[in-house]
Nanobody
Framework: QVQLVESGGGLVQAGGSLRLSCAAS????????MGWYRQAPGKQRELVAT???????YYGDSVKGRFTISSNFAKNTVYLQMNSLKAEDTAVYYC????????WGQGTQVTVSS
């Protein structure tokens, strides 16, 4: 089992920045990929960014050039730096960890006011 706890969400004006954190505990040695997904009201959950255990990153098209995913394996934590935020970035952001199973955090709300 892997447990994930997100933090860092909140309310920000358009053009501003936020940094999300996700702390993993449990069977962390079995994690292959960690990432962030988001779900806006009435929409499907979409991929924001992922980072593999080797450090390879992947970004959804809508956040490329604005968001940066990073990790601190010593602290078992993954971060999402979000810059130049737009109103359409408003969503609940979920941390994800992949082993042979998928694990999800409880989600953290990000609201961008225009």
């Amino acid at each position: 089992q892997v447990q994930l706890v997100e933090s860092g969400g909140g309310l920000v004006q358009a053009g501003g920045s936020l940094r999300l954190s996700c702390a993993a505990s449990g069977r962390i040695f079995s994690i292959n990929v960690m990432g962030w997904y988001r779900q806006a009201p009435g929409k499907q959950r979409e991929l924001v960014a992922t980072i593999s255990s080797s450090g390879s990153t992947y970004y959804g098209d809508s956040v490329k050039g604005r968001f940066t995913i990073s990790s601190n394996f010593a602290k078992n934590t993954v971060y999402l730096q979000m810059n130049s935020l737009k109103a359409e970035d408003t969503a609940v952001y979920y941390c994800n960890a992949q082993t042979h199973e998928n694990y999800w955090g409880q989600g953290t709300q990000v609201t961008v006011s225009s």
